[in-house]
């Protein structure tokens, strides 16, 4: 069977002739790509090139071609698997009015383009979701290569995974509730810091194991200091517990989301929630 194995395509330049019986003919690839890939606002080819956006905001190496098949569609190099969505107000087509704006965030099975098998239940398998809305609303103006007409939201994958909305697609302004609006400049920062916030989740998810003597529901840790903008954002999917800025030897350690109160280690002290313990 080795010789039907996946073919992995290398890169080209678009000068390859396309021939025929070892004659050129008056073609090339290049004009294969302008013929096929110049309508930018067309949807399969403006799905594609906000992957290549978002490619180019995480330092992408062109001649690393795009891989149709993975089950996200970017790697930065420090490994963060990224699933780039899109959508646009303008279409190429004629259009009454402009698009609803929708996108999609239904999971997937794992397709291995190595062995033809799909596999594993539907989910999520990036780390980070990036969706790219073309803001622009002229169509006499648009132009999906003037980056400033695009806006980005950036989300870490779990967030999605407790929408409870819809599990299969999210609207704009449900995206505008859950995080903010961004510039393509600040993309590569917010793919970092969207990334922390979603190993962070993970390793709560296996660090939030304490119940509640009380409701026997999963407690959270109490966490002090200043909240970064990641524990901020775990703490309103109630992964943490924000305990404010001061910590004494009694503050408690564990709090109950259901409860709402706060626990010592050895659950001997109990703190009310709405006690002034707590510094807001
Ligand atoms: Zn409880």
Request: hydrophobic share 30%; charged share 30%; with cysteine.
């Amino acid at each position: 069977m080795d010789e039907y194995k996946q073919i992995k395509a290398t890169s080209k330049t678009g000068k390859e002739p396309v021939t025929c019986d070892g004659n050129n003919t008056r073609y090339t690839l290049l004009d294969f790509w302008r013929w096929s890939v110049s309508d930018i606002l067309s949807n399969a080819t403006r799905g594609r090139f906000a992957e290549f956006i978002v490619g180019t905001a995480i330092g992408l190496d062109p001649k690393n071609i795009r891989e149709e098949w993975n089950a996200f569609d970017l790697t930065t190099n420090e490994g963060i698997k990224i699933e780039v969505k899109s959508a646009s107000y303008i279409q190429s087509w004629y259009q009454k009015e402009l698009s609803n704006i929708l996108f999609s965030i239904r999971p997937s099975k794992y397709w291995d383009a190595e062995t033809n098998i799909q596999c594993g239940e539907p989910k999520r398998h990036a780390d980070v979701y990036v969706f790219c809305l073309l803001k622009h609303q002229d169509k006499f103006t648009v132009d999906p290569l003037k980056l400033e007409q695009w806006d980005f939201y950036i989300l870490p994958t779990y967030r999605l995974d407790n929408y409870r909305r819809s599990q299969s697609s999210i609207t704009i302004n449900s995206l505008k509730k859950m995080g903010t609006r961004k510039h393509y400049n600040e993309l590569r920062n917010e793919i970092m810091s969207a990334y922390e916030e979603q190993s962070q989740f993970k390793e709560l998810q296996y660090r939030n194991k304490v119940k509640c003597p009380i409701c026997n529901e999963k407690m959270v840790e109490i966490v002090y200091g200043f909240p970064s903008i990641e524990t901020a954002n775990l703490a309103e999917q109630r992964m943490v517990f924000i305990g404010g800025c001061c910590i004494s030897e009694d503050s408690p350690d564990y709090h109950c989301y259901k409860c709402r109160k706060s626990f010592s280690k050895d659950f001997k002290t109990i703190f009310d929630e709405d006690d002034d313990w707590i510094l807001k």
